[in-house]
């Protein structure tokens, strides 16, 4: 099935098999698409997300299997598993973009030009509010910082840093309307 919004892209064709009956099947019939800087800069786009995605999912699972008193604190444990959501979206997108071929259709391409920035953004963000949680608990309680608490800060900034990474790197992958089709 097809999204609304790429619905308009997609026709039906009707054709007949051998034993007579009708058959009808979508055809594409919207607009492609190819990157707008050349395939060798994607593809090193391509594996810095990779890499950046390698690095962030333990980043991610480390502070998850350690008792945090950053972890107890709402505030701080709920952007901080939120950003699992626009990791595996990032890592998606990363993969997808080294194995892409052009032309793309506009609902492949949608997901280079449109994905990737909202997924680093929102791992940004998320994590940003997580690190300002962690730091909040901090100040306001009058607790020691144990070792599994500075974990928990190294990897939320990893986390951002990383994210911000993605997002200035997101001009590798943009996308432009081919001229052939």
Do not use: H
């Amino acid at each position: 099935m097809f999204s609304r919004k790429y619905i308009s892209d997609y026709g039906v064709e009707y054709d007949r098999n051998p034993n007579g009956r009708i058959i009808s099947r979508p055809v594409y019939k919207g607009k492609y698409f190819v990157f707008s800087s050349d395939l060798s800069r994607v593809r090193a786009a391509a594996n810095l997300l990779i890499a950046l995605c390698a690095v962030s999912w333990p980043a991610f699972f480390l502070p998850l299997c350690f008792n945090l008193s950053a972890a107890r604190v709402v505030y701080a444990a709920v952007p901080y598993v939120c950003c699992a959501i626009p990791l595996f979206s990032l890592t998606t997108a990363a993969f997808s973009l080294r194995t892409v071929r052009q032309p793309m259709k506009r609902e492949v391409s949608d997901r280079f030009l449109l994905g990737l920035p909202r997924s680093a953004l929102s791992m940004a963000i998320l994590a940003a509010i997580a690190a300002a949680g962690f730091i909040y608990r901090l100040i306001t309680d009058n607790v020691a910082v144990s070792t599994g608490d500075v974990i928990f800060g190294i990897c939320a900034a990893v986390l951002i840093a990383a994210s911000v990474i993605a997002y200035r790197n997101r001009r590798n992958a943009e996308t432009r309307e081919s001229e052939t089709t």
